[in-house]
């Protein structure tokens, strides 16, 4: 699983699961295999309902299912626009785990403060990019469909996703 000199590896769980978005952004990156990301869950935070994107938070117990991709240096400075880097999004290195039980040290993109401090749904248009790349690369959509669920219910409940949380 190791890459050329230039190139590294990028654990996607949200839209950039999606083919036909990654062709158009970054169309020489490769689909390397789906990975799982455990003792994470995928949530989706915004400033307002029908506004929430995608990130992952911490928490023992949970998993969250994604495609790792080789990507170019090119690729990741379009990425790096695309997720709003640094500002919206920040990279964080995580491990993943593919289906053989290997384990790999990879990027990801973490939606940063305050940004992740409000829980959201997604837009319907975004979430139905999503589930397309769970469907492409035979990722379960119900862990997509669950995420929303539980974003919705704990954007009732409360209106911080970290600080709400631990306490």
Excluded at 2 to 22: I, V
Excluded at 37 to 56: H, K, N
Excluded at 61 to 66: D, F, R, W
Excluded at 83 to 103: C, D, F, T
Aim: with cysteine; net charge neutral.
């Amino acid at each position: 699983m190791s890459g050329t000199k230039e190139n590294s590896y990028y654990f996607a769980y949200g839209s950039n699961m999606n083919l036909d978005q990654m062709e158009f952004r970054c169309p020489a990156a490769k689909v390397v295999e789906t990975v799982r990301l455990e003792d994470y869950r995928l949530a989706f935070c915004g400033i307002q309902p029908g506004s929430g994107v995608a990130t992952i938070f911490p928490e023992e117990g949970c998993q969250v299912e994604g495609v790792l991709w080789e990507i170019t240096p090119e690729c990741e400075q379009t990425l790096d626009v695309y997720e709003g880097y640094p500002r919206l999004y920040g990279k964080q290195e995580v491990r993943v785990r593919n289906k053989a039980g290997m384990q790999m040290d990879v990027m990801a993109y973490v939606m940063n403060a305050p940004y992740k401090e409000k829980l959201a749904s997604p837009s319907g248009l975004y979430l139905r990019g999503i589930l397309e790349g769970c469907r492409e690369n035979g990722i379960p959509t119900k862990i997509v469909r669950d995420a929303v669920s539980w974003t919705k219910k704990e954007a009732g409940e409360h209106t911080k996703c970290r600080r709400d949380r631990e306490r």
